[in-house]
Every structure is written in structure tokens, then in C-alpha cells.
């Protein structure tokens, strides 16, 4: 009897289970319905929270999954990247799911994380057209277009639209070539599909692509006609920049050069009330900034934040450099700080105010290290750079990647930092550097060396950066920085006969007397030497290192191994540490 009441209550709980989870389920189908209405009427708030609803309702369902995506992608919200984390790696995702994260990154300019994910497409995935189009787009993000042609024959090969014509267009016309055939190339695509495309908008869209190319190399002919091109798309109803226009000016002016007042006082007449900034921005461009600033009304750069940094490179590009510093010292509020201190101390220092301009900088970098996320930093860093405050430009970046971000920065975009960082003696902003990257790159080997090296400095070694970088010593045998950091993380280990082993190779070297040996692989044989208890050969190596050519923090950790492992202290004279 009582296993009879055991078994209905079993079925009962079981029953229970099944008709919770049901109504889970209808609930999680009825939330993810209201989403979708939400997402039609514009509603991205109330769009989101309902996909995230029900998604707690039913956790791991794709469909939800997917909702969740699009929802925080429609309201540019930076919880997509995230989520669309998930989406990739959910073992139901499909091709298109997976391709449209990798499209939504490369939007960002996170070009760390679209190589990453490339990586884990299946070889068939990589060969659809949207993947071989979003490669190329890549290739040319990391401005390699070399890189990208191969894929876009590819794609050309695979399906034929017109807007592939435009990233072939685009692609060529940064491809260097041999009597600028590839510019020439490009420029015939974008007269084909400025004239002959059936999309409006796309030849307004390619017509604009002959701005990105130096108006030296410019085929006059192809484009003679391009106002009464624009004219007549304009009169269908298609919306044409004033950037378009603006082009259409430059390309008349070329082709008759007589009519260049005419003209050039037309585009004023035109797009000084409706688009000063970019107005201005084209006439500086066309060594026009006297004309600019002629026109412009004082009180215009003084209420308009937008308008202070084109006037101020107008007044500099004259050598009024006094009246450059007096527009920056009113203006208006909302104005960038960064850029707003940054470009009085470029005036300052250009006319003779070393140390204003000093302080400014200063306040510059402490304006966008207040800020949260990595934005200011990295502008601060820009400017600094075009300042030739390398010293800063360096600080500001390594605060930047020290801090979390959605947004990864390449390793290859920011390589100069690490000798100049180390040229400093700058040990913990080369480690939180190190840090901050590995986060971007985790696969990347030479990082997670220079993070666990000076980690192991510090002596406070992670396990499993240790574990990776033994699976990378052993993947690159050839590697010698590999190869030193592990031996250091197995003697801090105890395990000596293990580092030997690792380091005889670097031991022969030395030992036949190699010069090019590195002061640090000197100092890691001594001190290896020194534990496996050979004081006197220990000491014959140690005596040969260029101390001088350490990080501090090199300095002081083979110097205390080595006297703590042979219990004799060595004379720091004696290795040719200065006081």
C-alpha cells in the first residue's frame, strides 16, 4: 500500500513537473509573440524586456535565444554583443544566426573577436557568400585589401549583385597596383553603377565611393555629368547628400578650372545655413580656409559645439594662432573636453607656451581618464600622438586597454607601446597592458608570454595561463620567449630538473659563448643553475649578464633567486647595477 502511495505521488509530482513546464513553454511562446509586436511599432524597450522574460522562462530555447539577439541588436544596445556571444555558440544556431554576430562585431570594429569567430565557422560556412563577403569587409577593415579581392572573386563567382560591384569598387580602390591599373578599375565600376544600376540609391552610394579616392587619379570623363546624373535622381525622389553635391563641385572645378569662384560661391550659397560644418570641412579641404572663415559669422562657432573644431583648424591653417586660442577659450558648452584642451595645447605649443600647453595636455588625460570605457582615452591617445606626446599618447592607451570593454583593440595596433612601456621601467602597465589584450586575444601566444613572465615576476602566476602557455612551448619549440617563461614558471614550481631540461638548449648557447644570448635567458640559466646547486658555474653566468639591460623588476627578482638559491650574496657592483 505504501508503495502504491509512493508511486501516485510520484506520477503526481511528475505530473505537476510537465504541466509547469507546458505553461513555461506557452508563456515563454506568448512573451516572445508580444516581442516581436514591440519590435514592429518601434517599442525596443518593451521589446527587450519581454525577450528576456522569457527567456527566464525558458532558458536555452534558440528561438528565445534569437528573439533576445535581435531585440538588443534593434535597440543598439550593448548587451547584443553578449548575447550574440550566446548565439554563436549555441549548438542549434545555423549558419545565418552565426554570420549575422560575426556581421554585428565587425559593425562594432571589434576586429579581434570577427577573427576569432571566423575561426570556428565550418569550412562550408566560409564559402557562403554573406561569409566571404563579411571577410572581405573584414580585409579591408584591417585595411589589407590584398586580402579581401580573393574573396570577393569568390563571391562574384557565387551569385551576382550589384552591391558586390561596390565592395569590388571599394576594394580596388585601395589596392596599390602598377600604374594605378586597380584605381582605373575601380573608377570604371563606380561610372557603371553610377549610370547604369537600376537602385538609386546605390549609385548615389557608389558615386560617393570616388570621394576615397585622390582626386590626382581621377578620370574627369567618366564623370562630366554627374550633376544632371544627380539631378535626375533627385527628381525621382531619391535623397542625395549634400556630400554628393559637394563632390559634383570638386569634379567640375577640375574639368574647368576657370569656373572655380563661380562655383565655389554657389556650394556657399547653397550649404552654408544647411550643412556648415560639412560645408566648411570640403572648403578647407580644397585650400579654401580664408573663404570659410570670411563668411562664417563669429557667433556661429561660438553657440554651435560641432562647429569649434573646423573653425579651429581653419584659423590655424591661416596662422592665427591668437584667435584659434581665444575661439577655444569660449567654447560653447558641450564641447569635447578632451579635444577642446588637446588642441589649446597643440596652439600653445606652436606659439612658444611650453608650459600652458604642458598643463592642458594634463587636463586632457585626466578629463578621459575620469570617463568610463575606453573611448576618451583612446581620442586622448590620438591626439597626443598627432601632438608628438608620445609619453602620453602611451599612458592614455595603456589606461584604455587596462580597463573592460565590449570593444577588443588588436595587439598589432598598439605593439609600439610595449618597448616604450619597458623602456620606462613601466612593469604594472605592461602587465595590465598584457592583461587587457590577453582579454581581446586569449589565443595569442606572445601575450599570454609577456602576461604569465611578468606575472611570475610579481609572483603571483595563474594556473591556467601557466597550463596554456606549456601547450604553446610545446606547440612552438622554435619559440625561445615560450621556452624561458616556462622554465621560469617550473623552477618557481620546485620542479629544477624540468627546467634545466627546458633551458639546455639556451645552456649550450651560452656556454660556447654566444654574445646575442638575451640578459634574461642568462640570468634564468644562473639562477636554474643555481637551484640544481652549481654555485660556481651559477655565479661565472650571472657575472656575464647586462643587468642594465633588465626591467627593474627583472632586476630585483633574479638578483634575490639567485643570492637566496646559492645563500651568497653577490655585490651588485660586481654585475654592473649602478647605484
Keep these: 500500500m505504501t508503495a502504491l502511495f509512493l508511486a501516485f505521488s510520484a506520477a503526481s509530482f511528475s505530473k505537476r513537473d510537465a504541466i509547469s ?267 579654401e580656409a580664408k573663404r570659410f572663415l570670411d563668411q562664417v559669422p563669429r557667433s556661429v562657432a561660438l553657440e554651435r559645439p560641432e562647429m569649434v573644431p573646423v573653425v579651429t583648424q581653419a584659423l590655424i591653417l591661416e596662422n592665427r594662432w591668437e584667435r584659434a586660442l581665444s575661439l577655444l577659450e569660449r567654447a560653447p558648452e558641450g564641447t569635447d573636453p578632451v579635444v577642446l584642451l588637446s588642441l589649446k595645447a597643440m596652439i600653445q605649443t606652436q606659439t612658444g607656451h611650453v608650459a600652458e600647453a604642458k598643463q592642458n595636455w594634463i587636463r586632457s588625460y585626466r578629463q578621459a581618464e575620469m570617463t568610463t570605457g575606453r573611448q576618451a582615452l583612446l581620442r586622448c591617445a590620438q591626439l597626443a600622438s598627432l601632438g608628438n606626446q608620445t609619453d602620453l599618447r602611451d599612458k592614455a592607451l595603456a589606461e584604455a586597454i587596462s580597463r573592460p570593454s565590449s570593444l577588443s583593440i588588436a595587439a598589432t595596433d598598439v605593439a609600439f607601446l610595449f618597448p616604450s612601456l619597458a623602456s620606462q621601467n613601466r612593469s604594472d602597465d605592461l602587465l595590465q597592458v598584457s592583461l587587457g589584450l590577453l582579454d581581446s586575444e586569449p589565443e595569442n601566444p606572445q601575450i599570454l608570454n609577456n602576461a604569465v613572465w611578468l606575472q611570475l615576476m610579481k609572483g603571483r602566476a595563474d594556473e591556467d595561463k601557466v597550463k596554456k602557455l606549456a601547450e604553446n612551448a610545446k606547440r612552438f619549440p622554435a619559440v625561445k620567449a615560450l621556452q624561458s617563461t616556462l622554465a621560469l614558471a617550473q623552477l618557481k614550481a620546485g620542479h629544477t630538473e624540468d627546467a634545466l631540461s627546458t633551458l639546455e638548449p639556451m645552456k649550450q648557447r651560452i656556454e660556447a659563448g654566444e654574445a646575442e644570448s638575451a640578459p634574461t635567458d642568462r640570468a634564468l640559466v644562473a639562477l636554474a643553475l643555481a637551484r640544481a646547486g652549481e654555485t660556481q658555474r651559477s655565479r661565472e653566468i650571472a657575472n656575464t649578464v647586462r643587468w642594465d639591460k633588465l626591467l627593474s623588476v627583472e632586476r630585483q627578482f633574479f638578483t634575490a633567486a639567485i643570492d637566496e638559491a646559492i645563500d651568497d650574496r653577490l655585490g651588485l657592483d660586481e654585475r654592473g647595477i649602478g647605484n
Excluded at 576569432?116 to 566560409?126: D, Y
Excluded at 562655383?263 to 550659397?269: E, F, S, T, V, Y
Design 21 to 287: 513546464w507546458y505553461l513555461g513553454v506557452w508563456r515563454a511562446e506568448s512573451l516572445i509573440s508580444k516581442s516581436e509586436w514591440a519590435a514592429e511599432l518601434g517599442d525596443w524597450k518593451k521589446a527587450t524586456q519581454t525577450a528576456v522574460a522569457a527567456w527566464q522562462l525558458h532558458p536555452g530555447e534558440i528561438t528565445i535565444l534569437r528573439r533576445m539577439y535581435e531585440a538588443f541588436s534593434g535597440a543598439r544596445s550593448a548587451e547584443a554583443l553578449a548575447v550574440g556571444r550566446s548565439l554563436f555558440e549555441h549548438p542549434q544556431a545555423t549558419s545565418e544566426d552565426r554570420l549575422s554576430v560575426i556581421s554585428l562585431f565587425l559593425g562594432t570594429g571589434d576586429l579581434v573577436t570577427v577573427s576569432s569567430l571566423f575561426s570556428k565557422l565550418r569550412p562550408a560556412e566560409r564559402e557562403k557568400p554573406e561569409a566571404l563577403e563579411l571577410g572581405a569587409r573584414f580585409f579591408l577593415a584591417r585595411n589589407h585589401p590584398q586580402g579581401a579581392l580573393p574573396l570577393i572573386d569568390r563571391l562574384r563567382m557565387k551569385r551576382e549583385e550589384p552591391r558586390d560591384l561596390l565592395l569590388a569598387a571599394k576594394t580596388l580602390s585601395l589596392t596599390p597596383s602598377e600604374g594605378d591599373l586597380a584605381i582605373a578599375e575601380s573608377q570604371r565600376i563606380i561610372g557603371e553603377l553610377f549610370r547604369n544600376t537600376t537602385d538609386d540609391s546605390l549609385a548615389v552610394e557608389g558615386f560617393l565611393l570616388l570621394s576615397t579616392i585622390s582626386s590626382a587619379h581621377w578620370q574627369g570623363d567618366l564623370f562630366e555629368d554627374a550633376r544632371s546624373r544627380l539631378s535626375s535622381l533627385e527628381e525621382r525622389g531619391t535623397t542625395v547628400p549634400a556630400r554628393a553635391w559637394l563632390l559634383a563641385d570638386e569634379i567640375e572645378m577640375k574639368n574647368h578650372p576657370e569656373r572655380r569662384q563661380e562655383i565655389l560661391q554657389a556650394a556657399m550659397d547653397r550649404w552654408f545655413g544647411l550643412e556648415p560644418r560639412l560645408l566648411g570641412q570640403w572648403l578647407v579641404g580644397q585650400g
